[in-house]
């Protein structure tokens, strides 16, 4: 039967052995190493003689952002990028849950954390993950900037059709007002006037057009920071394990001696 004392002794015996636990536990965890990056997104404005006049917004909203992160296809590139071994085993998914990303609140950043076995690996992780996300919005900024050109262009084009046949209408009105067939000239004048409100429309367009070309900001996605490279551990720091181990040694002790009791009380 457990006397007071015995209980005791149990209790210091259960603290110092899971004392010792902790310190074996904390010198044979295993250590990766866990790289950051803080990356702002791809951003997009308007402005006038070098003075911004509008917000800048995402090139790409956030929650797709991730979801591209997370895609087997910009893994396969991030791969590729980084040509180093060990890093298709940390990005795929399948295998390890070694890629996390953070969205930071009321602002276009995130934090992208890759953990590696070794330090270098994480950092060539993490450095090819960043690189291969600024090239995609590289591409999206330099194909929206064509796109506008693009359709600037064609509105010009089609100006310049318009005014063309505006011109034709106009000689053939004049030749038959030569002719005195005036239902024929009322019916012309008509349809050039029409096509003239046309064409002012679509100048106006190719000015719009052309103000945001020569007005259009922005700036891709970047590195805020440096990317930062620690050690991620299982406890962090000795007197952590420590007391873990110490107080599962005094849960097991506490155990020990309720068992002991309840083993008296049978045998009685």
Partial sequence: MFNMERSTKVYLAGAVLGLLFGVLLYATQAVR?????????????????NQITSEFNAVEDVPVVIERLKSRSFMSEVVKRAKTDGVADILNQDKCNCLTIKLIKNNDALIISVVGNTPELAKISADAVVEELKSKHNVMLDDYKRGIERKALAIDRETEALSKNIAVLADSMQMSKDKADDAQAVSKGILIMTMQADLEKKRSQSAGLRDLMSSFYSRGTELLEPIFVR??????????????????????????????????????
């Fill in 33 to 49: 190493w866990e790289a950051q990056a803080l990356v702002r997104l791809a951003q997009t404005a308007t402005g006038q003689q």
């Fill in 231 to 268: 050690e991620k551990r299982l406890f962090s720091s000795l007197w952590r394990a420590c007391l873990f181990g110490t107080l599962l040694g005094v849960f097991f002790s506490v155990l020990w001696v309720r068992w002991g009791k309840y083993e008296g009380r049978v045998q009685l």
